[in-house]
């Protein structure tokens, strides 16, 4: 009867083990991002950086965007800007970044990708940009596009470099470097490596509630316990 009951408890853990891939893993951020400069500061935030290769349905949009030569502009003009590197510096330092790359260890991951992989619509989606004239057109004119030419005139703006000169000086720069002196920095990563929510469906398995549902009404000392002997027949 007690093996029953933890054969039970085992198929419930399963369950829930499936209803906390659907349900309570940690969101990934669905905002689409609208302009050029946009997804340059989604792709250079370690907290929201890998959302575009968890779903394909997001990989679509963030492969449309790549191959589109005014991102390829603005991700220039934002990698000559210090505040760039520095909100990457802090980002990775955020347990957020943690959380966001952890989310591939989530079984879920690879069945969306093994399920676009056999999608004829997944393909059709991602050739679409290299079918339409108007790609080609826009890199054609790239060379003479004004956002282009302000980008190599940045260069030889003197006040670019003085700004990297004085990062090191700025209030972010010295915010970036006091994070490691914060004890609540430490806290909260042990926080979200110990969340069973940080490593999606996988993280059932570091789930005390896991353990405690698989062991619930499990009496051991009752396996252990001699069985009762059989009552005597009675005398006629």
Not at 11 to 18: D, L, T
């Amino acid at each position: 009867m007690q093996i029953a009951k933890l054969t039970a408890a085992l198929i419930a853990a399963a369950v829930s083990s499936a209803a906390f891939a659907n349900g309570t893993a940690p969101a990934a951020p669905t905002a689409t991002p609208a302009t050029p400069d946009a997804w340059v500061a989604k792709m250079t935030d370690p907290t929201q950086n890998a959302s575009a290769f968890r779903d394909p349905k997001t990989f679509v949009p963030w492969m449309n965007a790549m191959v589109d030569p005014a991102t390829s502009i603005a991700m220039t003009n934002a990698m000559m800007n210090p505040a760039t590197s520095l909100n990457f510096m802090t980002g990775m330092m955020n347990p957020a970044s943690f959380q966001n790359y952890m989310q591939f260890m989530d079984p879920a991951v690879q069945m969306k990708w093994m399920a676009a992989a056999m999608d004829p619509n997944f393909y059709t989606a991602a050739m679409t940009p290299f079918m339409n004239p108007n790609l080609y057109m826009k890199w054609m004119m790239a060379p003479m596009d004004p956002r282009l030419l302000s980008t190599g005139m940045q260069a030889l703006n003197p006040g670019m470099y003085a700004n990297w000169m004085m990062a090191p000086m700025s209030p972010q720069a010295m915010n970036a470097m006091m994070m490691p002196l914060n004890p609540a920095l430490y806290t909260n990563w042990m926080g979200a490596a110990a969340n069973p929510q940080t490593y999606g469906a996988m993280g059932s398995f570091i789930d005390p509630a896991t353990y405690n549902q698989m062991l619930q009404g499990f009496n051991p000392m009752a396996i252990m316990a001699p069985a009762a002997a059989p009552a005597a027949p009675a005398a006629k």
